[in-house]
């Protein structure tokens, strides 16, 4: 089967940032865990009231904090995808013992 890297690319991971619901699922199940990460403009920096308010809107629109971080003035914003709690480990495959 395909893994998680051929899967995810930059449209599947803004279709999951944007139609994900913020909180909808217990995050120790979630097969997905986001980190958002925000970096200001060279020369500028980001007010911590504009983060909050951010935040206020998420929990109150029911989305996702990084489905938002594009309305933050003078910064960027990354968004790094990585296998939630939900996801077992892969065990390595085992040759098959051949009969002498």
């Known amino acids: 089967g395909e893994g998680m890297s051929e899967i ?3 449209n599947t991971v803004e279709l999951l940032v944007n139609k ?3 909180g909808s699922i217990n995050p120790e199940d ?3 865990h986001f980190d958002s990460m925000v ?3 060279e020369g500028t920096t980001i007010r911590g009231e504009d983060l909050y308010n951010l935040i206020q809107e998420a929990k109150e629109k029911g989305v996702t904090v990084a489905s938002l971080m594009h309305k933050l003035p003078n910064a960027s914003t990354r968004i ?3 296998p939630g709690p939900g996801v077992v480990e892969q ?3 085992k040759g098959r013992k051949k009969d002498a």
């Open 8 to 10: 995810l690319n930059d």
């Open 30 to 32: 979630a097969p997905l």
């Open 20 to 22: 994900s619901g913020g």
């Open 91 to 93: 065990a390595p495959r």
């Open 39 to 41: 970096i200001a403009d």
């Open 80 to 82: 790094l995808v990585t």
